[in-house]
């Protein structure tokens, strides 16, 4: 069955606050990460996938944002950023070929 990789990046990017200050505290961004992954089951692969990928397009943006003093806003990140960690991840392993598959095909 193939997946519904816009619905999953918007489901994903939903748990994400509006704002983040990260000049507060440097790593809030992992905190949040951390928050969203235990709050699913670690058998969701999907879902485990999509919140790492998430979390590792938001870098760019926290460095920006930290060396600037401003405010990260993860609703910046837009499909492509998310699909490139997704695509990336997916091919990191052999052990995601049943998932790189399903994930190419849709």
């Not at 069955?1 to 983040?20: C, G, Q, R």
């Not at 401003?70 to 991840?89: G, Q, S, T, V």
Request: aromatic share 12%.
């Amino acid at each position: 069955m193939p997946i519904n990789k816009i619905a999953l990046f918007e489901t994903t990017k939903a748990l994400w606050p509006n704002m983040v200050r990260v000049s507060d505290n440097p790593n809030v961004t992992n905190e949040i990460y951390r928050a969203n992954e235990n709050a699913f089951s670690q058998d969701d692969n999907w879902r485990q996938l999509a919140l790492w990928s998430f979390h590792q397009a938001l870098v760019d943006h926290e460095k920006q944002a930290l060396a600037n003093g401003l405010l990260l806003h993860p609703h910046e990140i837009d499909f492509n950023e998310f699909d490139k960690w997704m695509r990336a991840n997916l091919n990191g392993h052999d052990c995601w070929a049943d998932e790189r598959a399903e994930y190419e095909s849709s």
